[in-house]
């Protein structure tokens, strides 16, 4: 059983100067504190070490210069953990006030090798924030829903030590889809679960620009065409793509209903999901 100060925090950052003060914030304010948190320096070159020197007491910086990869950075912070779980977030995440005391319940059950939980938007005002909830890209429960086994982002994960041990961590030589691959060798070469805790949630800043949409799901599709060679069996389902479908539907038909209901984001979706999958497509194209 893992009780909160057996907790390890880790996060990777790379040019995020900007949003570190913010991420600093919401860790001060976790009910539960954890054992120790490491932020994981993947090769900044912007002004992120100057603020690093500012973060919170008890926070420890790691370098991880080799490799420009977020689970290399990962990989070297949990490998420098000394708690029994890691618990893996991102420098543009916002982890609320029950994250951990979400996210330590249900390793109770010895069967459960990992636990992830919601991922918000941070800003639901915000017209990119609610198209990029509306497209489901960081939609933890439908993550969940894959079969035959269920997977997770690294932006709300938290895994027994142990157990990333034993796996040997994330395959580091990827940029997007390493954590899905992680979840699906803990289900099947373990016989592990990943357990779904609602009260966990981390709150997240979505990109801001079709160009910043279009890079995200360019290295999106890539990850999927490499997953679905290396598991062809989880696969998006048919009524993924309905839905998606349905999705570029309803935005053409708000932008024409402007006139009448004015809402910022119906002037942003027809590019968003144009931007969303043309990048999409390509990267499953050249992945």
């Not at 994981?40 to 919170?56: C, F, I, K, Y």
């Amino acid at each position: 059983m893992s009780r909160q100060k057996d907790i390890s925090v880790v996060i990777p950052v790379r040019d995020g100067a900007a949003l570190l003060p913010g991420l600093f914030t919401s860790l001060e304010r976790l009910r539960d504190s954890p054992r120790e948190i490491l932020i994981v320096d993947n090769g900044s070159r912007d002004a992120t070490r100057e603020v690093l020197r500012e973060a919170p007491a008890g926070v420890r910086v790691l370098p991880a210069h080799e490799r420009a990869s977020s689970y290399y950075a990962r990989n070297i912070g949990w490998r420098a953990a000394i708690g029994d779980v890691v618990a893996f977030t991102d420098a543009d995440c916002r982890p609320t006030h029950e994250w951990l005391a979400g996210l330590r319940k249900p390793f109770e059950d010895p069967e459960v090798g990992a636990v992830s939980g919601p991922v918000v938007s941070e800003d639901p005002g915000d017209p990119w924030d609610r198209l990029a909830d509306r497209d489901g890209l960081l939609d933890q429960a439908a993550f969940f829903q894959r079969r035959p086994w269920p997977a997770a982002a690294t932006a709300n994960l938290a895994v027994r030590r142990d157990v990333l041990g034993r796996l040997g961590g994330f395959l580091d030589d990827r940029a997007t889809g390493a954590d899905f691959e992680l979840c699906w060798r803990l289900a099947r070469d373990l016989g592990l679960r990943l357990a779904l805790a609602p009260e966990a949630t981390v709150r997240h800043r979505h990109r801001r620009s079709l160009a910043e949409v279009y890079r995200q799901a360019l290295r999106n599709g890539r990850a999927a065409a490499w997953l679905g060679r290396a598991y062809p069996d989880c696969r998006a389902s048919a009524s993924d793509h309905a839905a998606r479908l349905l999705r570029h539907l309803h935005a053409w038909g708000e932008l024409v209903s402007y006139p009448i209901h004015r809402r910022r984001e119906a002037l942003i979706a027809p590019g968003f999901y144009l931007a969303r999958d043309l990048g999409l497509l390509l990267g499953r194209w050249t992945g």
